[in-house]
């Protein structure tokens, strides 16, 4: 860097769009770098000769004496970050400070605000994920409970059904007859397996469903879907 000549440096540090203000050790600024001098929505010039204090706002100009503060205790960098009220609506802004000497500092003032803005809205984003994940939560414990207390209303008045088909079965001796109160239990059976499958349906979602192994009468199984 030693060897670089003003232009050279001021073409490397074009390279970015950042303020830098070189301070001495009252935080007076004696000199200043940028291109582009709306960043603050104020001229840099205007800030030579003036301190730290006199262009920024009180809580800022503590950022400003703790950093200082900071930097003579030897840490090699020190970085603030605050807001600005400007014309333009509120800007955010990160400092870095370099001690250069024992009497001058280096304050890199760099525009954040876009930055700023994109965890604003990243953080929006993930509460509102985080309200439509719970939504969806009670909205599948609310359908467990609907199918449940579905299965219960259905489910008593049917086995009545089947209870008083089964003692009418045994009452017919027509075998025609006895035919339809068959066909009637075997519907009820598998209205009742119907309800059986919704709720493990909910077991499923639920992550509550037990497997079970057991033999199965495949004749049996092959008539009834025929049926």
Same mark, same amino acid.
């Given at each position: ?17 950042? %303020? ?20 603050? @929505?104020?001229?840099? @010039? ?13 809580? !800022?100009?503590? %950022? ?12 090699? +960098? ?8 400007? @014309?333009?609506?509120?800007? $955010?802004?990160?400092?870095? $400070? ?7 500092? %280096? ?6 605000? #876009? ?6 809205? %990243? ?9 439509? +994940? ?13 199918? @449940? ?20 079965? #045994? ?6 007859? +006895? ?31 037990? !497997?079970?192994?057991? +033999? ?12």
């Amino acid at each position: 860097v030693n060897h670089l000549n003003k232009s050279e440096l001021e073409t490397i540090l074009g390279a970015f769009p950042d %303020l830098y203000l070189w301070l001495d050790e009252d935080s007076t600024i004696t000199s200043f770098f940028t291109v582009d001098n709306s960043i603050l @929505a104020v001229d840099p @010039a205007d800030f030579i000769g003036k301190t730290i204090s006199d262009v920024m706002p009180p809580d !800022i100009s503590a %950022l400003n004496d703790q950093a200082i503060k900071e930097l003579k205790q030897r840490d090699p +960098k020190v970085i603030t970050r605050y807001s600005l009220n400007l @014309a333009q609506g509120i800007k $955010y802004f990160e400092s870095h $400070y370099l001690s250069l000497t024992e009497n001058k500092v %280096l304050v890199v003032i760099r525009d954040t605000t #876009d930055i700023k803005q994109s965890q604003i809205e %990243l953080k929006e984003l993930n509460e509102k994920l985080i309200e439509s +994940k719970e939504a969806a939560k009670v909205a599948k414990a609310a359908k467990g409970e609907f199918l @449940a207390n579905l299965s219960h209303e259905i489910r008593t008045p049917m086995n009545a059904i089947l209870g008083f088909t089964e003692v009418l079965g #045994d009452l017919i001796e027509d075998p025609m007859h +006895k035919q339809y109160t068959n066909a009637i239990t075997e519907s009820g059976n598998s209205l009742l397996q119907l309800l059986n499958d919704l709720l493990d349906l909910s077991k499923i979602e639920a992550g509550k469903l037990k !497997i079970e192994s057991e +033999k199965v009468q495949l004749g049996m199984m092959f008539r009834n879907m025929e049926k």
